[in-house]
């Protein structure tokens, strides 16, 4: 393979790496570092898609570890932010369930569509945590009330991506259940209608 094509997912692994030191300074309340790993790990993520799509090289593993990866990346950074509003251990607390239960359901459907419900939640937590490191920056007394909206927010879309990821599973494990049936009962067809021309041909009496 062209090294080229491999650079996509260093970019996403290094996002790992910096995901990691985030999470070690933001437990020392090293904000400003916490920052700025945070505006390298956003650049690599912008890169890793759009070198992907230059040279041609978006995989399906690829895309699986750019998603695990943006989810560790997110669960971190809830957990920096712990110290700063106990809140925000409710947030981490749901994500980790979406998380755990689409994985779940991944190795049981073999997919996992991405739901609306489930953009929208994604784009309020990340606009929360925005406002929540503003907050802790500045200390402008709005922001707080800002950020308390969002959480609220946010938490209620959490919950609501998880009932909705819950009914996409119920009902698409139903129709796979049907459809292993359905192809178990054309399977014993063929397999007696074969045996039955089979007879036919020998000259067999069929009882």
């Known amino acids: ?32 570092l ?41 669960i971190c950074l809830l957990i920096t932010l712990i110290n700063t509003n106990i809140s925000f251990l409710v947030l981490l607390l749901l994500e980790m369930l979406i998380g755990i239960s689409n994985l779940y359901y991944y190795f049981k459907l073999s997919y996992v569509n991405s739901l609306l419900v489930g953009k929208i939640k994604t784009a309020s937590l990340f606009v929360t945590i ?8 500045f200390n402008i007394p709005i ?27 119920l009902e698409n494990s139903n129709k796979k259940t049907v459809e292993n049936i359905s192809t178990d009962d054309d399977l014993e067809k063929t397999i007696y209608v074969n045996n039955l021309d089979d007879l036919l041909e020998t000259g067999e009496e069929v009882i």
Request: hydrophobic share 60%; aromatic share 22%.
């Open 130 to 137: 925005i406002i929540a490191y503003f907050h802790l920056f």
């Open 1 to 32: 393979m062209d090294i080229k094509k491999k650079i996509p997912n260093i970019l996403t692994f290094s996002r790992l790496f910096f995901t990691l030191l985030i999470l070690l300074f933001g437990l020392l309340k090293q904000f400003n």
């Open 34 to 74: 916490v920052l700025i790993f945070c505006i390298i790990a956003s650049i690599t993520d912008f890169f890793d898609g759009f070198l992907a799509r230059k040279f041609k090289a978006i995989t399906e593993f690829g895309a699986k570890l750019d998603a695990v990866v943006d989810k560790v990346f997110v």
């Open 143 to 169: 922001f707080l009330t800002i950020l308390n909206g969002f959480i609220y927010m946010t938490g209620n879309l959490q919950f609501l991506s998880f009932i909705s990821y819950l009914e996409f599973f």
